[in-house]
């Protein structure tokens, strides 16, 4: 079966009850089996900006690649190392656009985003993600986070300086250790995992899982599983019911059937990267 008939995607961005613009941006296509979700920062209107640019540079050279062009940047390996490449070379690339942009226009100075992408074929997920944008995973009656936030309230919880109750109160929650943009090269972290036909992924921005307890976004996904278009408009309603302190962002995957890759595809892709 197909990757596009195999995964049922839904997604929507949200301003929040606060902000009067939305620095999130957010693209799904299911032909590809990809998602993209980046959380943008900086003044005016420049973390929409760098957002924008983050996802665009990202699906768009994805999705060149998976259409067959030669890429610039050849990699020899393994389907799991070629989804790996793709993902982390081309978030390298949209970070360096976001730096140029940034260096180039004043008005963009100190921009910069975090994202959070998959790319799905072959029966397994490869994830990217920069920052503290989020992947969770509803597998049967478990519901869990896949991502680890690039942030100094994770690094305080992993040092043991606090404990996950009290980071519930911290003031530190938005303080990231890695971006999109910020510097000229960016270290992205990429794992590769098996799916299993019933996941559900839920990529989302920190507007959300900083509006609503883990627990709340597992036992709504749990009840709506069935149908992922009120999943995503009940998930942002919890937030902005909360305080809609930030804008908030969600992108829901469920699997609904077995997506080999067709017989010879990741074999020419593969060879395309060592040529």
């Known amino acids: 079966m197909n990757v596009n008939e195999a995964l049922e995607i839904v997604g929507q961005t949200n301003p929040g009850m606060v902000r009067s613009h939305n620095e999130d941006s957010i693209t799904f296509d299911a032909d590809y089996g990809l998602a993209v979700l980046a959380d943008g920062m900086g003044g005016y209107n420049a973390g929409e900006v760098a957002s924008g640019i983050a996802v665009s540079v990202l699906s768009s050279e994805i999705r060149h690649h998976l259409d067959g062009a030669r890429p610039e940047q050849k990699v020899a390996g393994s389907q799991e190392e070629v989804g790996v490449a793709l993902l982390r070379d081309n978030v390298r690339k949209a970070n360096l656009s976001i730096y140029n942009a940034a260096q180039s226009q004043p008005q963009y100075a100190g921009m910069g985003t975090t994202i959070v992408a998959g790319l799905f074929y072959d029966n397994r997920v490869a994830v990217v993600h920069v920052g503290d944008s989020r992947l969770y995973r509803l597998r049967g009656e478990t519901f869990e986070t896949v991502t680890r936030d690039h942030s100094l309230l994770q690094e305080q919880i992993d040092s043991g300086v606090l404990s996950k109750e009290l980071a519930r109160l911290s003031q530190n929650k938005n303080l990231v250790t890695r971006a999109v943009g910020i510097d000229a090269d960016v270290e992205p972290e990429v794992h590769v995992y098996d799916v299993e036909v019933g996941d559900i992924y839920l990529?989302?921005?920190?507007?959300?899982?900083?509006?609503?307890?883990?627990?709340?976004?597992?036992?709504?996904?749990?009840?709506?599983?069935?149908?992922?278009?009120?999943?995503v408009n009940q998930l942002i309603e919890q937030a902005n019911d909360n305080g809609g302190r930030d804008n908030v962002s969600v992108i829901l995957v469920k699997v609904r059937a077995s997506y080999p890759a067709p017989s010879g595809w990741w074999t020419k892709l593969t060879s395309w990267f060592r040529n």
């Open 203 to 231: 990529f989302c921005s920190d507007g959300l899982n900083d509006m609503v307890e883990d627990e709340d976004i597992g036992a709504t996904l749990q009840m709506l599983q069935g149908n992922l278009a009120l999943a």
